[in-house]
């Protein structure tokens, strides 16, 4: 029963040192063997697959590597890529953040991106996005991740340097978009207690364009031109028929 693939050699010595009585044992065991090999083989190779190697280096932070799949996969640390090489084994203790991205379109601005800004708010920018696909409960196109990410950064570097710009449809956007505006006001609640930076209320609304811009997948102006066509709609009839919106009431903020 034990005459498989083991050399003869090694079958008489076995039979010699354990009889041939024990021939149901050593079948046993050599399943065993073969058990162990099999295993210890799969792991060897799940091992492997599982070593994240550097693919392209960005800076000293950020590195892509290749899933898998065989797909781009951005990955951030603090020194993850100092002193690396295209070929050499990531350290995965350093690695702070993942981004795997659907539309492989989008991937490399968002890599660029992300090699010219701080880790921090990146960091942020991904909180916010998190956060508002659990408040719209739709899914969010990729392009957020670069759009949100790069306004943040600028709004905030402007900030330092005291140029605030103003929204001039801070008052459409609370009234025609309540639910994208609380994101846009938890944004910079994450800003002030993450970055201890206090950007001002009209960066809630712009941050509100972002979200509803991803939502619909279209162009900033656009969201603009709408927001500003609704509101002249709403005058007209407001002062055609003669009477007060309840700002408040589920019918004026459905959309």
């Known amino acids: 029963m034990v005459n498989r693939y083991?050399?003869?050699a090694i079958l008489?010595?076995?039979?010699?040192?354990i009889g041939a009585k024990?021939?149901?044992?050593?079948?046993?065991?050599?399943?065993l063997i073969d058990i162990t090999i099999i295993l210890a083989a799969k792991f060897i190779l799940y091992f492997l697959k599982k070593i994240m190697k550097v693919h392209k280096i960005l800076n000293n932070n950020v590195i892509v590597?290749?899933?898998?799949?065989?797909?781009?996969?951005?990955?951030?640390?603090?020194?993850?890529?100092?002193?690396?090489?295209?070929?050499?084994?990531?350290?995965e203790s350093?690695?702070?953040?993942?981004?795997?991205?659907?539309?492989?379109?989008?991937?490399?601005?968002?890599a660029e991106l992300l090699s010219e800004i701080p880790i921090e708010i990146i960091t942020v920018s991904e909180i916010i996005i998190n956060y508002a696909k659990t408040?719209?409960?739709?899914?969010?196109?990729?392009?957020?991740?670069?759009?949100?990410?790069?306004?943040i950064h600028f709004a905030i570097e402007r900030h330092k340097q005291g140029f605030d710009i103003p929204n001039g449809f801070l008052w459409e956007i609370k009234k025609f978009y309540p639910k994208e505006f609380?994101?846009?006001?938890?944004?910079?609640?994450?800003?002030?207690?993450?970055?201890?930076?206090?950007?001002?209320?009209?960066?809630?609304?712009?941050?509100?364009?972002?979200?509803?811009?991803?939502?619909?997948?279209?162009?900033?102006?656009?969201?603009?031109?709408?927001?500003?066509?609704?509101?002249e709609i709403l005058n007209?009839?407001?002062?055609?028929?003669?009477f007060e919106y309840d700002e408040e009431s589920l019918t004026y903020q459905s959309k």
């Open 6 to 8: 083991y050399p003869p």
């Open 12 to 17: 008489d010595i076995i039979n010699k040192k």
């Open 22 to 31: 024990s021939h149901n044992f050593i079948f046993i065991l050599c399943i």
């Open 65 to 91: 590597t290749l899933n898998n799949s065989g797909k781009e996969l951005i990955v951030m640390g603090r020194g993850v890529g100092f002193k690396k090489k295209e070929g050499d084994t990531i350290d």
């Open 94 to 110: 350093l690695i702070e953040k993942q981004f795997s991205l659907s539309n492989q379109e989008t991937f490399p601005k968002f």
């Open 135 to 151: 408040i719209v409960g739709e899914k969010l196109q990729d392009s957020i991740y670069i759009s949100l990410t790069d306004h």
């Open 182 to 231: 609380k994101i846009g006001e938890y944004a910079l609640n994450v800003i002030k207690q993450r970055l201890n930076i206090e950007l001002p209320e009209d960066e809630a609304g712009f941050i509100t364009f972002h979200i509803i811009n991803a939502q619909l997948n279209d162009t900033m102006p656009n969201i603009m031109t709408m927001t500003k066509i609704m509101r």
């Open 236 to 242: 007209i009839v407001k002062y055609h028929f003669k």
